[in-house]
């Protein structure tokens, strides 16, 4: 499975983003795919996810209320809003095809799109 992100870009806070990744590549199935992000000097951490089978969706409380993710077939957006500093990082998609911790466990990851939030 290869993974390829788009839409990092430079914003100013309070600005929206759309995130996109595309899935390619011999896909047997798909249990979940999530977005995390790695900010400068910091440990990567689990940003969303949705589960494949019914669209639910999990997400950190930093970005609750703020992020919304989707998916179309093969696919999975990531729609920030209310942008923060705070939420400058490099933002990786993943996917894991069989059932695991929808928070933490994922087999293929994405190289990453910059989102850089200025104040």
């Known amino acids: 499975v290869q993974l390829q992100a788009f839409g990092g870009g430079v914003l100013q806070a309070g600005g929206s983003l759309r995130l996109s990744c595309a899935a390619s590549?011999?896909?047997?199935?798909?249990?979940?795919m999530g977005w995390f992000r790695q900010a400068p000097g910091k440990e990567r951490e689990f940003v969303a996810a949705i589960r494949w089978s019914d669209a639910n969706t999990y997400y950190a409380d930093s970005v609750k209320g703020r992020f919304a993710i989707s998916r179309v077939p093969n696919t999975v957006f990531l729609q920030m809003n209310s942008l923060k500093p705070e939420d400058t990082a490099v933002y990786y998609c993943?996917?894991?095809?069989?059932?695991?911790?929808?928070?933490?466990?994922?087999?293929?990851w994405g190289p990453g799109t910059l989102v850089t939030v200025s104040s």
């Open positions: 993943a996917h894991r095809a069989l059932y695991g911790n929808i928070w933490t466990d994922y087999d293929y």
């Open positions: 590549g011999l896909i047997f199935s798909t249990y979940s």
